[in-house]
């Protein structure tokens, strides 16, 4: 098959790999449809997250079709559209049991935090991901679901990742009725933060970024207000000002670690492998909730040694919430938001990329170029 393979930072090509095989009964290999990148993924592409090896397919939002199943999946069949959830989860330890399926147990024999991710990195798995014409998704009876005949297939691409996160970064503020919200960042995740914040009764949703077009879309997408930080000597004190002096009641970091680095994880990432960016996001919305406030948390975070503001958060009795989205948790209510119209996810999409072009869509999406917000990859153009 065609897949996009890792090279080293900034180097992705398409290449001939072998066509992904059952090896357990449980197991479906799925003919991707649509994959999309994600803001996340620049962090692999730029070297920046630990244990990134050469020849990896990355991909972690993808749909498709059925192909094979595995002699114990009871649940599809070839010939299921699928969308399947960015987590590999087993669905049955302790953690799956409570609907923690991004902690999932079993599945991630790197790491005691996180579960499995597709085409994240062997610090996630080391599972290869949907940027291909196929892959293999383990445990096909308990991630993957079939796609209503009634849904757009861009609208279950998106609801694989970044509609899923960006709810469940709204669900993780406990937004009440009337309550200011301010979200940080204004890439898809962000975009659809803010517009679920509507949704669980916010009375003002205010957006933050420094790229024009995205706060654009932000204004029209999600009728959010909008801050360009790179236009403020001090955000936090623009966020203090336009909410009574007092701060908003819930912040969303939708940034986490800046996905291009600073300059010391440039120079030291080769040797080091350390996670991409610093906190800066995270201490913005430490000191832009108000005292009493909520922080949540879903950019992207590994490994990091820069500071956090914690004492700060811990004087202002701050309410911190974070994980990495369970994603199919929160399918049900995202179905019915799309059915009612309260939500259109596919009109964030900017860009269709044939597979055989890919390393120019993670060029254009990097560089932010043509105005990238989200560029789906097409396998079979």
Request: overall charge negative; glycine content about 10%.
């Given at each position: 098959?065609?897949?996009?393979?890792?090279?080293?930072?900034?180097?992705?090509?398409?290449?001939?790999?072998?066509?992904?095989?059952?090896?357990?009964?449980?197991?479906?290999?799925?003919?991707?449809?649509?994959?999309?990148?994600?803001?996340?993924?620049?962090h692999l592409y730029h070297g920046m997250m630990p244990d990134t090896r050469v020849g990896m397919t990355f991909g972690h939002e993808f749909i498709g079709v059925v192909d094979e199943v595995g002699p114990s999946v009871r649940n599809l069949q070839p010939g299921d559209r699928v969308m399947v959830p960015f987590n590999v989860y087993c669905g049955s330890c302790y953690f799956c049991a409570r609907g923690l399926y991004s902690n999932c147990h079993n599945v991630n024999p790197n790491a005691t935090a996180v579960g499995g991710i597709y085409g994240y990195?062997?610090?996630?798995?080391?599972?290869?991901?949907?940027?291909?014409?196929?892959?293999?998704?383990?445990?096909?009876?308990?991630?993957?679901?079939?796609?209503?005949?009634?849904?757009?297939?861009?609208?279950?691409?998106?609801?694989?990742?970044?509609?899923?996160?960006?709810?469940?970064?709204?669900?993780?503020?406990?937004?009440?009725?009337?309550?200011?919200?301010?979200?940080?960042?204004?890439?898809?995740?962000?975009?659809?933060?803010?517009?679920?914040?509507?949704?669980?009764?916010?009375?003002?949703?205010?957006?933050?970024?420094?790229?024009?077009?995205?706060?654009?879309?932000?204004?029209?997408?999600?009728?959010?207000?909008?801050?360009?930080?790179?236009?403020?000597?001090?955000?936090?004190?623009?966020?203090?000002?336009?909410?009574?002096?007092?701060?908003?009641?819930?912040?969303?970091?939708?940034?986490?670690?800046?996905?291009?680095?600073?300059?010391?994880?440039?120079?030291?990432?080769?040797?080091?492998?350390?996670?991409?960016?610093?906190?800066?996001?995270?201490?913005?919305?430490?000191?832009?909730?108000?005292?009493?406030?909520?922080?949540?948390?879903?950019?992207?975070?590994?490994?990091?040694?820069?500071?956090?503001?914690?004492?700060?958060?811990?004087?202002?009795?701050?309410?911190?919430?974070?994980?990495?989205?369970?994603?199919?948790?929160?399918?049900?209510?995202?179905?019915?938001?799309?059915?009612?119209?309260?939500?259109?996810?596919?009109?964030?999409?900017?860009?269709?990329?044939?597979?055989?072009?890919?390393?120019?869509?993670?060029?254009?999406?990097?560089?932010?170029?043509?105005?990238?917000?989200?560029?789906?990859?097409?396998?079979?153009?």
């Amino acid at each position: 098959m065609r897949a996009m393979v890792y090279r080293g930072p900034y180097k992705v090509r398409v290449e001939e790999k072998d066509k992904p095989r059952i090896e357990h009964p449980n197991d479906a290999i799925v003919r991707v449809t649509r994959a999309a990148i994600c803001g996340s993924d620049l962090h692999l592409y730029h070297g920046m997250m630990p244990d990134t090896r050469v020849g990896m397919t990355f991909g972690h939002e993808f749909i498709g079709v059925v192909d094979e199943v595995g002699p114990s999946v009871r649940n599809l069949q070839p010939g299921d559209r699928v969308m399947v959830p960015f987590n590999v989860y087993c669905g049955s330890c302790y953690f799956c049991a409570r609907g923690l399926y991004s902690n999932c147990h079993n599945v991630n024999p790197n790491a005691t935090a996180v579960g499995g991710i597709y085409g994240y990195s062997h610090t996630c798995g080391g599972y290869d991901g949907g940027q291909a014409e196929y892959v293999r998704v383990p445990f096909a009876d308990v991630g993957p679901s079939v796609i209503p005949d009634w849904l757009d297939e861009d609208d279950a691409l998106l609801m694989t990742d970044a509609l899923a996160t960006g709810y469940f970064g709204a669900q993780l503020g406990d937004i009440r009725e009337g309550d200011t919200v301010v979200v940080l960042g204004a890439g898809p995740v962000g975009l659809f933060a803010a517009a679920s914040s509507w949704l669980m009764g916010a009375g003002r949703v205010i957006v933050v970024d420094h790229l024009d077009y995205r706060l654009e879309k932000a204004r029209t997408f999600a009728h959010a207000e909008i801050i360009n930080f790179a236009e403020q000597d001090d955000v936090v004190v623009t966020l203090k000002k336009t909410t009574d002096r007092l701060g908003a009641d819930v912040v969303i970091d939708a940034v986490g670690a800046e996905a291009d680095g600073n300059f010391l994880q440039h120079v030291t990432s080769a040797k080091f492998k350390l996670q991409g960016g610093s906190p800066i996001a995270l201490n913005w919305a430490i000191d832009g909730v108000r005292k009493g406030g909520t922080v949540s948390v879903m950019g992207a975070y590994g490994p990091m040694f820069s500071a956090v503001k914690f004492g700060d958060a811990m004087n202002k009795g701050l309410t911190l919430r974070m994980n990495q989205c369970p994603v199919k948790r929160q399918w049900p209510r995202l179905l019915d938001h799309i059915r009612n119209g309260y939500l259109r996810p596919r009109e964030v999409i900017t860009h269709r990329i044939p597979l055989e072009h890919i390393a120019e869509g993670y060029h254009l999406f990097s560089a932010k170029l043509d105005d990238c917000i989200k560029p789906v990859i097409v396998p079979n153009a």
